[in-house]
Structures are given as C-alpha cells and as structure tokens.
C-alpha cells in the first residue's frame, strides 16, 4: 500500500502521519487521466490529500511536506525534501512535463496545497550525498551517493524492457494488468 505522508514541525520535532484515501470514480477522472497518464487510484497522493484536505484540515494546515514513503526515505538519508518525476505526475502532475501541474491539482480539489509539494528531483540523473543523520542510522559512509527511485510501475516497465515508443509494447505489471510504452497515452478504459 502506497501512503501519503504529511511532514509537520510540532513544537520543535518532527512528526508524520499517513494517509490512505478509497478509489473514487468521478467525471474529472478522463481530464485526470489526460494530464497524470493514470485513472484516478486510492494510492495517489492527490486524492489522499484531497481527503485529508476533507477529513482532518488541522493536519493539513500544519504540514511542511507531503512526501511518498520512498521520498520521506530519500529525505531521511539525505536531508533533501524531494520526489521524482514519476510520482508527481502520476499524483497531482502532468506526464508531458513531469512537474506539478496546478489543473490537475483543481481538479483533484487541491489548488491551495502546492506548498505541500517537495521539489522534483531526477534520481536517473542526480544524486545526493548520504547525510550525517542517514549515515549514523545506515552505518554506511556519509557523502555515499544516493538516488531517488521512481514509482514500481515505470520501474517495472523499464525492468522488462520498454524503452523505447515505437514500436508500442507492453509489459505486466503489479499495480496494473499491463503498462505499455508509446508515444501517446492509451485510451482510458
């Protein structure tokens, strides 16, 4: 299960709590899928949040990040509030830019909550050093590199071989029946 995790500073420490929203099929779910390249899913951050927005505003209103398990680790490790180009698209981003991208943030419900949002690192391109903290708690040197992961599906997709567009072909997946690679995002079903 894929959460969201809200980053808040409470009277000097830091705490975070997760987050997991229900699948919702909605109208704005074919625009959705036209900017994300994804229906709208319970393990995107966009609707956990939306909920949150919802359901628990205090803790919203209080958060310095919304991070992904895996970026709340990159964080850990290296002191940087980051995620990577797949996971923002897919949660409340657009695949053709692969940024955040403030209408399909409306159209989740969540325009006021860009602030949530850490900066979008490329891990295939960029690394950081391991911090002092990370170190400590990994017993590995600090100044190791490390690099942001994208999501298991691009991994997945890209483990089985789908680099390139053309021609278009296809791969299983756990967290869909099948992901393929081309030029154009599929018809949403």
């Given at each position: 299960?894929?959460?969201?995790?809200?980053?808040?500073?409470?009277?000097?420490?830091?705490?975070?709590?997760?987050?997991?929203?229900?699948?919702?099929?909605?109208?704005?779910?074919?625009?959705?899928?036209?900017?994300?390249?994804?229906?709208?899913?319970?393990?995107?951050?966009?609707?956990?949040?939306?909920?949150?927005?919802?359901?628990?505003?205090?803790?919203?209103?209080?958060?310095?990040?919304?991070?992904?398990?895996?970026?709340?680790?990159?964080?850990?490790?290296?002191?940087m509030r980051a995620?990577?180009?797949?996971?923002?698209?897919?949660?409340?981003?657009?695949?053709?830019?692969?940024?955040?991208?403030?209408?399909?943030?409306?159209?989740?419900?969540?325009?006021?909550?860009?602030?949530?949002?850490?900066?979008?690192?490329?891990?295939?391109?960029?690394?950081?050093?391991?911090?002092a903290a990370g170190?400590?708690?990994?017993?590995?040197?600090?100044?190791?590199?490390?690099?942001?992961?994208?999501?298991?599906?691009?991994?997945?997709?890209?483990?089985?071989?789908?680099?390139?567009?053309?021609?278009?072909?296809?791969?299983?997946?756990?967290?869909?029946?099948?992901?393929?690679?081309?030029?154009?995002?599929?018809?949403?079903?």
């Amino acid at each position: 299960m894929r959460d969201a995790l809200l980053l808040r500073r409470c009277s000097g420490s830091i705490r975070a709590r997760r987050a997991c929203g229900g699948n919702s099929a909605s109208p704005q779910n074919a625009a959705l899928y036209r900017r994300t390249g994804s229906g709208l899913n319970a393990c995107q951050q966009g609707p956990q949040l939306a909920w949150l927005q919802a359901n628990a505003p205090e803790c919203v209103s209080r958060a310095a990040t919304a991070f992904h398990c895996k970026d709340w680790l990159y964080f850990r490790l290296t002191g940087m509030r980051a995620t990577d180009p797949s996971e923002v698209a897919f949660s409340y981003g657009n695949f053709r830019t692969r940024r955040y991208d403030p209408e399909t943030a409306r159209l989740i419900g969540i325009p006021d909550l860009a602030r949530l949002v850490p900066s979008v690192v490329d891990g295939a391109s960029m690394t950081h050093p391991l911090g002092a903290a990370g170190a400590s708690e990994t017993g590995l040197p600090a100044g190791v590199p490390v690099s942001l992961g994208y999501v298991d599906v691009v991994c997945n997709a890209l483990g089985a071989g789908l680099y390139d567009p053309a021609p278009e072909s296809a791969a299983p997946s756990s967290a869909r029946p099948a992901c393929t690679c081309g030029s154009h995002p599929a018809p949403m079903p």
